[in-house]
Protein backbone atom coordinates (compact mmCIF):
# COMPACT_ATOMS: atom_id res chain seq x y z
CA UNK A 1 0.00 0.00 0.00
CA UNK A 2 1.81 3.41 -0.91
CA UNK A 3 0.05 6.79 -0.13
CA UNK A 4 2.10 9.66 -2.64
CA UNK A 5 0.25 13.30 -1.14
CA UNK A 6 1.22 16.43 -3.02
CA UNK A 7 -0.35 19.85 -3.87
CA UNK A 8 0.53 21.70 -1.01
CA UNK A 9 1.67 25.20 -1.09
CA UNK A 10 2.34 28.73 0.44
CA UNK A 11 -1.25 31.32 -0.99
CA UNK A 12 -2.11 34.25 0.61
CA UNK A 13 -6.03 34.16 2.67
CA UNK A 14 -9.08 33.93 0.32
CA UNK A 15 -6.88 31.62 -2.07
CA UNK A 16 -7.55 28.16 -2.88
CA UNK A 17 -5.41 24.62 -2.91
CA UNK A 18 -6.28 21.31 -4.06
CA UNK A 19 -4.82 18.29 -2.54
CA UNK A 20 -4.14 15.00 -4.32
CA UNK A 21 -3.44 11.65 -2.53
CA UNK A 22 -2.48 8.71 -5.07
CA UNK A 23 -2.82 5.39 -3.81
CA UNK A 24 -1.79 2.43 -4.63
CA UNK A 25 -2.18 -1.29 -3.42
CA UNK A 26 -5.99 -1.82 -2.97
CA UNK A 27 -9.24 -1.25 -4.29
CA UNK A 28 -9.94 1.94 -3.33
CA UNK A 29 -13.70 1.19 -3.48
CA UNK A 30 -13.50 -1.10 -0.49
CA UNK A 31 -11.65 1.80 2.33
CA UNK A 32 -12.08 4.93 3.28
CA UNK A 33 -9.73 7.70 2.42
CA UNK A 34 -9.33 10.67 4.73
CA UNK A 35 -7.16 13.75 5.15
CA UNK A 36 -5.69 14.88 8.66
CA UNK A 37 -3.97 18.08 8.99
CA UNK A 38 -1.41 18.95 12.34
CA UNK A 39 -0.53 22.18 12.99
CA UNK A 40 2.36 23.17 14.77
CA UNK A 41 1.94 22.88 18.44
CA UNK A 42 -1.88 21.39 18.53
CA UNK A 43 -2.78 17.48 17.71
CA UNK A 44 -3.77 15.86 14.57
CA UNK A 45 -7.34 16.51 13.66
CA UNK A 46 -9.40 15.04 11.29
CA UNK A 47 -10.14 17.39 8.17
CA UNK A 48 -12.82 15.15 5.72
CA UNK A 49 -12.53 11.28 4.84
CA UNK A 50 -14.52 9.22 2.02
CA UNK A 51 -15.79 6.51 1.94
CA UNK A 52 -17.87 4.35 -1.11
CA UNK A 53 -20.95 5.21 0.65
CA UNK A 54 -20.58 8.15 2.97
CA UNK A 55 -18.28 11.58 3.91
CA UNK A 56 -17.81 13.67 6.52
CA UNK A 57 -15.98 17.20 6.82
CA UNK A 58 -15.23 18.75 10.00
CA UNK A 59 -16.63 22.04 10.68
CA UNK A 60 -13.88 23.99 11.12
CA UNK A 61 -13.70 23.50 7.32
CA UNK A 62 -17.33 22.49 6.35
CA UNK A 63 -18.37 25.50 3.57
CA UNK A 64 -14.97 25.49 1.68
CA UNK A 65 -13.44 22.02 1.52
CA UNK A 66 -14.64 19.19 -0.34
CA UNK A 67 -13.15 15.79 -1.10
CA UNK A 68 -13.81 13.79 -3.82
CA UNK A 69 -12.15 10.80 -5.41
CA UNK A 70 -12.09 8.60 -9.05
CA UNK A 71 -10.39 5.11 -9.13
CA UNK A 72 -6.85 6.14 -7.98
CA UNK A 73 -7.14 9.18 -6.02
CA UNK A 74 -8.39 11.31 -3.49
CA UNK A 75 -8.71 14.77 -3.92
CA UNK A 76 -9.43 18.02 -1.24
CA UNK A 77 -10.16 21.04 -2.40
CA UNK A 78 -9.47 24.06 -0.09
CA UNK A 79 -11.48 27.23 -1.01
CA UNK A 80 -10.83 30.46 0.97
CA UNK A 81 -7.94 29.76 3.08
CA UNK A 82 -7.40 31.19 6.30
CA UNK A 83 -4.43 31.42 7.74
CA UNK A 84 -5.86 29.11 10.81
CA UNK A 85 -5.78 26.70 7.98
CA UNK A 86 -1.64 26.36 8.39
CA UNK A 87 -0.36 23.11 9.13
CA UNK A 88 0.95 19.42 7.37
CA UNK A 89 -1.89 17.98 5.63
CA UNK A 90 -1.61 14.07 5.42
CA UNK A 91 -3.67 11.35 3.30
CA UNK A 92 -4.30 7.76 5.30
CA UNK A 93 -6.49 4.37 4.83
CA UNK A 94 -8.71 3.37 6.66
CA UNK A 95 -10.32 -0.44 6.85
CA UNK A 96 -13.70 0.80 7.17
CA UNK A 97 -17.03 0.46 4.69
CA UNK A 98 -17.77 4.24 6.05
CA UNK A 99 -16.11 7.19 6.67
CA UNK A 100 -14.70 7.59 10.21
CA UNK A 101 -13.01 10.86 11.90
CA UNK A 102 -11.07 8.71 14.27
CA UNK A 103 -7.53 8.49 13.46
CA UNK A 104 -6.50 5.23 15.77
CA UNK A 105 -9.01 3.38 12.67
CA UNK A 106 -5.93 4.40 9.85
CA UNK A 107 -3.54 2.08 8.87
CA UNK A 108 -1.67 3.28 6.15
CA UNK A 109 -0.15 7.14 6.08
CA UNK A 110 1.43 9.23 3.54
CA UNK A 111 4.19 11.50 3.82
CA UNK A 112 2.08 14.94 4.42
CA UNK A 113 2.14 18.12 2.28
CA UNK A 114 2.71 21.43 3.92
CA UNK A 115 0.12 24.45 3.79
CA UNK A 116 0.88 27.70 4.31
CA UNK A 117 -1.80 30.74 4.44
CA UNK A 118 -0.27 33.64 5.23
CA UNK A 119 -0.03 37.43 3.53
Known amino acids: VQLQASGGGLVQPGESLRLSCEVS????????IGWFRQAPGREREAVSC????DTFVADSVKGRFTISRDMSTVYLQMNNLEPEDTAVYYC?????????????????WGQGTLVTVSS
Open 92 to 108: AVARSSSATSQSSQYTY
Open 25 to 32: GFNLNLYT
Open 50 to 53: ISSF
